[in-house]
């Protein structure tokens, strides 16, 4: 498909759905504010921007993490240093070559996903987590898909705070993954969403949002994003990166 015929400077009559729930607590108050900010503005470019609710936050992460740990534990077993992936130098015998392959080519979040993937496909584990979380993604998607019947798109934050330092929250892993809350719900329905740049915080470090649309309408997606490109002078706002 040719998206760039979605490219036109024009959201009238475009219906936007806004979560009350994605503003709440645990979102930053300056991208709060971002994101109250660019609804007005596609509310003076003619679009119908109202709150709406969507409740699956508390829902989305656990569910998220369930499910791509345990694929990842699934798809990375492949990795054994003799058919995929690196294989180590320091071995004696074909125990040592999967050992220390993994051990050595592995960095510590790839194996803490691995760790706690083969936990919930355990004999045991199965049905209370894994398959629970699989229900709760259905359970996600038939939300979202109430929403589009009707809207045309949902506009969220992308992230509750701007970026933090490298390494900074590497001994937190649980406070890192909350950095995903606004987004994992949206992998989990396998829907299209697309981040925007919108404005720079009183740090000079950029805020985005969100714009997602419902399976196969992503147009919607790049025709609401290029208004506001069109509309909005964030282009030229340069982040501010400390060393």
Request: proline letters at 4%; hydrophobic letters at 35%.
């Amino acid at each position: 498909m040719d998206y760039t015929k979605s490219l036109v400077n024009d959201v009238k009559g475009m219906k936007i759905g806004l979560p009350r729930e994605f503003l709440a607590e645990g979102v930053s108050e300056e991208v709060r504010n971002a994101i109250l900010e660019v609804a007005e503005k596609y509310r003076e470019l003619g679009a119908e921007v109202e709150e709406c609710s969507l409740d699956v936050g508390k829902y989305s992460l656990a569910t998220y993490y369930i499910i791509a740990c345990a694929e990842a534990s699934s798809n990375l077993g492949r990795f054994d240093g003799i058919r995929y992936g690196y294989r180590t130098e320091n071995f004696e015998n074909l125990k040592d070559i999967y050992k220390n392959s993994r051990s050595e080519g592995f960095g510590p979040e790839v194996k803490r996903r691995i760790i706690l993937g083969t936990y919930v496909l355990s004999s045991g584990y199965y049905d209370a987590y894994y398959k629970k979380a699989q229900k709760v993604r259905t359970f996600i998607k038939n939300e979202y898909d109430k929403l589009f019947e009707k809207y045309d798109l949902i506009l969220t934050p992308t992230s509750p705070t701007t970026a933090f330092k490298l390494g900074e929250k590497s001994n937190n892993p649980l406070e890192m993954y909350m950095a995903d809350i606004c987004t994992v719900s949206v992998n989990i329905a396998g829907l299209p969403g697309m981040n925007v740049p919108a404005k720079l915080d009183s740090n000079g470090l950029p805020i985005g949002f969100l714009l997602v649309g419902n399976s196969f309408e992503e147009e919607k997606i790049f025709r609401a994003a290029y208004t506001y490109e069109q509309n909005t002078n964030f282009r030229e706002n340069k982040p501010t990166f400390k060393k």
